[in-house]
């Protein structure tokens, strides 16, 4: 009757609180008593940020709208990006007292904490909102290796290999994502997507369309280029649309008014999902064929290795960008997922990859792997955050791996398989 009652209480938590609710359903009711949280180590994605894009570029000769007005200059971080990551903070500091890692209000010494951000504005400004949240009277230092803005070698995807038998087979690897159809298959799946895209866009009724300058997405034109020393890069139809549903996804978070975010068109939530599958699917072809993954995401793998193994460290901050969350994701072998209550399904905005260190009374390390995002309802409302009001956590699984009854990998296990992912690199010719 006890375990009935357990049962019947988390089913009302899934109710009330899906997130916190999913994260109880993995563990069960002794798993507290029988490990102890020893370190924490998290890769980031920056908050919300404004386009990539500025006036007079692609992006805005594609509609004859106009985008919301940010509260940022071209790249940087929004001020609701500020607040949502600071909520994130908030929560993390919570359940790392929670988990008696920290007592509240802790000031760690040097050695114990480390927040590491690219050095571009957004990376830097969401790791600083971040810490602000997770210890507010620790006055944290954000490490980052140059002025704001130019990419740091740890966090910059790009390919340090890149010969013709490299390039070769991961023009293999990404063209099976596409079927028998390689390229043009990839841009079939998409068809639902671009048409919604376009709807909103208004693409036709642009000034840029009519002269011929702007074209309709289609299959056929979708080209990678794979650079010494140059993240993968693309050209095409997939190119452009990823630079709208970039944009798009940006103001839906950016702006209350769903219909104004949507340029006065009435689209569902389902159809804020096409649009943000465009972004998904870019990301996955330019960054998660596996020998690519291992090549551009080679750095933060030695590097959060490290940190996993390092003596007296509790706590890991790294804040890069969705590419760096999709390459680890991939050379470490993370099995495919899509993630529930958002319409990004692979890296949402502000998302957190979470390698959580366990130990247990014979001293036993293991590693619990999650996703720790915020819901697109969560964004759109900045919803406070607290162990009630949880972020969505989702727990990821690797390949070829076998977690204990606790859905707990053995430290050993994961530290090889980082090993792999580092050697792999060393096997590309």
Known sequence: MRKLNSLLLLLVLAIMCPSLAMAQLQRPQDFKGKYKLKEVVILSRHNIRSPLSTNGSALSKMTPHQWTNWSSASSE??????????????????????????????????????????????????????SSGFMPVAGLRVNHRYVPSKMDPIFFPRLTKSTEAFRAEAMKQIEAMGGKEGLVGINKSLKDSYDIISKVLDLKQSDYYKKGEVKDFVNNDTRITLELNQEPGMKGSLKNANSA?????????????????????????????????IKDVYGDVLFTAPIVAVNVAHPLLQYMYDELNAEGRKFTFLCGHDSNIASVDAALGVEEYSLPNSIEKKTPIGSKLVFEKWVDASGKAYVAINIVYQSTDQLKKMSLLDLQNAPQIYALKLKGLQQNADGLYTFDDVNNRFLQAIRAYDDIK
């Open 245 to 277: 549903s970039d944009a798009f996804i940006l103001q839906y978070y950016e702006e209350p008014d769903e219909l104004k975010a949507a340029f006065g068109h009435k689209i569902t939530r389902d159809d804020w999902t096409k649009i943000a599958k």
């Open 77 to 130: 971080l929004t001020l609701r990006g500020g607040v949502l990551e600071t909520e994130m903070g908030q929560f993390f500091r919570k359940w790392t007292v929670n988990e008696g890692l920290f007592t509240e209000n802790y000031v760690p010494t040097v050695d114990e904490v480390n927040v590491y951000a690219n050095s571009m504005q957004r990376c830097i400004a969401t790791a600083q909102y971040f």
